[in-house]
T-cell receptor, first 114, second 112 residues
Framework: EAQVTQNPRYLITVTGKKLTVTCSQN?????MSWYRQDPGLGLRQIYY???????DKGDVPEGYKVSRKEKRNFPLILESPSPNQTSLYFC?????????????FGPGTRLLVL | GNSVTQMEGPVTLSEEAFLTINCTYT??????LFWYVQYPGEGLQLLLK?????DKGSNKGFEATYRKETTSFHLEKGSVQVSDSAVYFC???????????FGPGTSLSVIP
């Protein structure tokens, strides 16, 4: 089954404690992306990757890091989380940049930073 | 810059009522337009799309027409069901394919 998986699904942490949210896709997609969803703001892109070892900033990259060492994985790293990073996070993938409308979305990771 | 505006929610309708969710956009060039649906506890799924002016996207009884003259892409359904309860996002893909820009989302609740 074609899917994007994220872990963990729910996470409560404290300010400053480094965390990683994993994302994996099994469709051999080149394009992967991280979004955060906040009430009234819709989805905003944090980082994206067009292929292995190619990553770039989206609209709200501050406080986040990513890496793309393998095609299937695209982890999101919060080096020093802060309360304003409390949000719902989605990973997504598509065949390539030109097929972003048919992105497959993961189930989401709800993060609370105290 | 490019942007998408949607009507504020939440929207509450009775089953079999007519649904309209308004969406307008600001963009340079000729973007593609989409509606996504997010069911409770799930990620977004593409519902329908239109790639050029006057195109009509349709799926699962939902329709939306790309109106360049009014820069709009309103979502409609003639008879909603309880199972249509979800959050609906209007979005555009920039002509340069740089990224998808999402509206804020409209929550729909359909009551029996």
């Amino acid at each position: 089954e074609a899917q994007v998986t994220q872990n963990p699904r729910y996470l409560i942490t404290v300010t400053g404690k480094k965390l990683t949210v994993t994302c994996s896709q099994n469709m051999n997609h080149e394009y992967m992306s991280w979004y955060r969803q906040d009430p009234g703001l819709g989805l905003r892109q944090i980082y994206y990757s067009m292929n292995v070892e190619v990553t770039d900033k989206g609209d709200v990259p501050e406080g986040y890091k990513v890496s793309r060492k393998e095609k299937r994985n695209f982890p999101l790293i919060l080096e020093s989380p802060s309360p304003n990073q409390t949000s719902l996070y989605f990973c997504a993938s598509s065949r390539d940049r030109g097929y972003q409308e048919t992105q497959y979305f993961g189930p989401g990771t709800r993060l609370l930073v105290l | 810059g490019n942007s998408v505006t949607q009507m504020e929610g939440p929207v509450t309708l009775s089953e079999e009522a007519f649904l309209t969710i308004n969406c307008t956009y600001t963009a340079t060039g000729y973007p593609s337009l989409f509606w996504y649906v997010q069911y409770p506890g799930e990620g977004l799924q593409l519902l329908l799309k239109a790639t050029k002016a006057d195109d009509k996207g349709s799926n699962k009884g939902f329709e939306a027409t790309y109106r360049k003259e009014t820069t709009s892409f309103h979502l409609e359904k003639g008879s909603v069901q309880v199972s249509d309860s979800a959050v609906y996002f209007c979005a555009l893909l920039e002509t340069s394919y740089d990224k998808v820009i999402f509206g804020p989302g409209t929550s729909l609740s359909v009551i029996p």
